[in-house]
């Protein structure tokens, strides 16, 4: 009975090593695995007999792998970052996700931008020119007018007329 409870005992924390080993949030290959292991050791005994990390050349030349298997073996082993995890080691404190985000509807920007952009290139000249001045470039209807050759009351019906135009080509 104590051999039976002994092998189930090994058997189970061999399952256990396992899990640990080999259940993280990325699968990698065990020949993967070990060559980082390897490399790691390497490392351990370089770092250890002369204080320097050797390089990637050396160390394929070392393990007589091409420099690719290395970089794919120390980047395999990495732990992987998360957008969500925290910048600080404190609780509640911000996430690299929060830092970036700018809680706008960007995707509704974007749609925005490209729909007055289509509709402003389907004007003639004059009222491109009007429009950009007007809303783009902050200009007043008087200044334009000027610079148009025309009163300042042509530049409001014609402004009027175009929003119209835009705000039916949208609904």
Known sequence: MYEYLLMQYHILFGEIKRFLR????????????????????IQRQNINKTGEEL???ELAKKLNVSKEEIVVALDAIRRPESIDE???DEAGGET?????????????????????????????DREKKIIILRYFKGKTQ????????????QVSRIEKKILT??????A
């Open 142 to 153: 008087s200044e334009i007018a000027s610079m148009l050759g025309i009163t300042q009351v």
């Open 22 to 41: 080999d259940d993280g949030p990325i699968k990698v290959s065990r020949s993967i695995k070990e060559l980082a292991s390897k490399i790691n050791e």
């Open 165 to 170: 135009q835009m705000r039916e080509k949208i």
């Open 55 to 57: 390089q990637i050349t």
């Open 96 to 124: 690299k996700i929060s830092k970036i985000s700018t809680n706008k509807d960007e995707a509704g920007t974007i749609i925005n931008n490209l729909c007055i952009k289509e509709l402003i290139n389907e004007l003639n």
């Open 86 to 88: 925290e910048i600080y």
